[in-house]
C-alpha cells in the first residue's frame, strides 16, 4: 500500500473516540462559523468535520452544509448531532486530499482542526481551493507550534514512529508563514486572529487521561507502549503532565489557537 495511504488508515482508526472532545470544540466552532461569515443559503463544505459542531453550527444559520471526514464512527455522531438540532446536512465519508466534489461547488470552506492532520499539506490545501468559488471564502482553525497544543503534539510525536518521509507536520499550519506560502496566489485578503479555548479539568492529569482516551495520536502511543514500554509510557506521562501545569489554572486548560481566513482569487 502507498506509505500516505498506510498512514491514513491509521488515522482513520485512531480519531474513533475524539466524541469525547465535543463540548471543548463547541464554542470554538461557532466563532470559526462567525469569522467565515457564513450566511444563509450559503453552499458551505466543512472538511475533516468530525462530530460535526462546525456543520450544525452553520446550517443553523440557514447554510446549506456538506460536512466531510475520514472516520466513518465521527459521521455517525455527526448525523445524530444534526437529528437533535433539527437541521439537514449532506455527510460524505472521504479524505481531503481527494474531495470527491466539482470545482467551484462552494461558497465557503471551513475546517476546524481537521485538515492539519492531511499528510500532504500541498494536496490538501489545493483540493478545498479547487472545490471553493472564486470569491469564495476559506477558514480554518489551527495550532501554533509555539503553545500548548502545538508542544503537547511534537512531544507526542517524540514518542510515535516517524510519519512517510514527505509527510507536513499539523502545527505548521499554526505559523502564518507557512500558511501564506500554502495559500500562495490563490487568494487575496489574508486575515488572522487569535482564539482560546478552555478546557476544564481537575488537573493537568486529568486532562491527559481524556487526551489518552480520545486524541487520535495519543491513543495510538498509549496502545502501543503499554504492550512493549510502559516505563516509556510513564515517563511520556511525566512529561506531558510537566507541559499542562504552565498552561493550567483555576482548573481550565488554556489551548491558544489560530483562525485564519481568506478570499478566493
Excluded at 473516540?17 to 470554538?28: D, G, K, R, S
Amino acid at each position: 500500500m502507498d506509505p500516505f495511504e498506510s498512514f491514513k488508515a491509521v488515522q482513520k482508526l485512531a480519531w474513533v473516540h475524539f466524541a469525547a472532545f465535543e463540548m471543548n470544540t463547541t464554542p470554538c466552532a461557532a466563532r470559526l462559523v462567525k469569522r467565515a461569515r457564513v450566511r444563509p443559503g450559503q453552499r458551505v463544505l466543512d472538511v475533516a468535520c468530525g462530530t460535526g459542531v462546525v456543520s450544525v453550527t452553520a446550517a443553523r444559520l440557514g447554510a446549506r452544509v456538506t460536512g466531510l471526514d475520514l472516520t466513518p464512527a465521527l459521521l455517525e455522531r455527526a448525523r445524530e448531532n444534526a437529528r437533535i438540532a433539527r437541521v439537514e446536512i449532506e455527510w460524505h465519508e472521504g479524505d481531503v486530499e481527494k474531495l470527491p466534489f466539482g470545482d467551484a461547488a462552494f461558497d465557503v470552506v471551513v475546517s476546524q482542526y481537521g485538515h492539519i492532520f492531511a499528510p500532504r499539506p500541498e494536496v490538501a490545501i489545493g483540493e478545498m481551493l479547487r472545490v471553493l468559488k472564486p470569491g469564495g471564502t476559506i477558514a480554518f482553525s489551527t495550532w501554533p507550534p509555539e503553545l500548548f497544543v502545538g508542544r503537547m503534539f511534537a512531544l507526542t510525536m517524540s514518542y510515535l514512529p516517524p510519519p512517510p518521509p514527505g509527510a507536513g507536520v499539523p502545527t505548521q499550519w499554526g505559523d502564518p508563514a507557512i500558511v501564506r506560502q500554502r495559500l500562495g496566489s490563490a487568494v487575496k485578503d489574508i486575515l488572522f486572529d487569535s482564539a482560546r479555548m478552555l478546557v476544564p479539568a481537575l488537573s493537568p492529569s486529568h486532562q491527559r487521561l481524556l487526551s489518552e482516551k480520545s486524541s487520535g495520536a495519543i491513543v495510538r502511543l498509549v496502545a502501543d507502549l503499554e504492550m512493549s514500554d510502559p516505563a516509556r509510557l510513564e515517563q511520556f506521562r511525566r512529561e506531558y503532565d510537566a507541559l499542562a501545569s504552565e498552561y493550567f489554572e483555576n482548573n481550565f486548560l488554556r489551548q491558544d489557537y489560530l483562525i485564519t481566513r481568506a478570499t478566493k482569487i
